[in-house]
């Protein structure tokens, strides 16, 4: 039943109404936030809680919709519509540690969250709209040169190798 339930269910469920005497909050508040809570009164956790379930879930709308990520009111540059995506992933990063740290440190030793914070760069950005310089490698010296490069500046390159046919590779440092 949990599984099937939307998204909206938990943001409203999140409410103050279901926080008092003989109701839902006051006895499963610590059962289900059992990550660090930034504050000690459990009506302001739970008021945190709806603020980050309302944040993403007007987010995942956006994305549903296919509605640019970036967009919100204003977001005038390309500076602000990656700091806007940051936050997204900074409040997701916070919800998933308040309801239990380990889900965090899952999608950290996944990788997940590095991408994410990657697929929100300026450079990912061009390279996903393909206007990113891709580099031609006609020697190792040059492939060693990108994989340094990919490493240092912690971003992912493109590279194009011809070999009897051209061959696209994706650099991603680890």
């Known amino acids: 039943m949990i599984a099937k339930t939307e998204f909206s269910t938990w943001e409203f469920l999140l409410d103050d109404e279901f926080m008092g005497r003989g109701l839902i909050w006051p006895k499963h508040l610590s059962g289900v936030f059992r990550g660090p809570w930034p504050s000690r009164q459990a009506g302001a956790v739970l008021a945190h809680a709806r603020d980050l379930v309302a944040t993403l879930r007007d987010f995942r709308n956006r994305l549903f919709h296919h509605e640019p990520a970036w967009k919100r009111y204003g977001v005038r ?47 990912e950005i061009r390279r996903f709209q393909h206007l990113a310089q891709v580099h031609k490698v006609n020697s190792l010296g040059k492939l060693a040169g990108l994989v340094d490069r990919s490493a240092l500046e912690n971003s992912v390159l493109e590279a194009r190798v011809y070999r009897g046919k051209r061959w696209k590779f994706l650099l991603l440092p680890q």
Do not use: F, Y
Not at 98 to 113: S, T, V
């Open 77 to 123: 540059s390309e500076a602000d519509a990656l700091q806007h995506l940051q936050e997204k992933i900074d409040k997701a990063e916070s919800l998933l540690a308040l309801i239990h740290p380990e889900n965090l440190r899952l999608l950290q030793a996944n990788g997940l969250l590095r991408d994410a914070h990657w697929a929100s760069t300026a450079g």
